[in-house]
């Protein structure tokens, strides 16, 4: 099992300064952003994307090493914050959900 550190304060913060300027961008809509036109590309374009990303993620895992994984990864997660801030789910709620399966001892986030 590899070395893991748990994630500091400052890749916490990031998270949530990345999700605050998701939301920031879907009411400013600024121009040459490619978060703006995602946004107006709709749901249905947002969800796509989350889906592509997710197969890329599944490829690059099976099939490189670990540093395409990763970037990947970045790729999935940004865009999976990306819908929920299309839909206004803040990622808390999504965190809310996966620490209560935790707790009760059901752990279905692991390998649902």
Known sequence: MPDIKTLSKKDLK???????LLYERKEAMPKGSYTTSMYKKGLDKIAQKVGEEAVETVIAAKN??????IGEAADLLFHLMLLLAEKEIPL???IKVLRKRHNKGNHKH???
């Open 110 to 112: 692991i390998g649902e």
């Open 92 to 94: 808390r709620e999504v």
């Open 64 to 69: 490189s090493g670990s540093g395409e994984t």
């Open 14 to 20: 990031f998270l949530q300064e990345l999700e605050e």
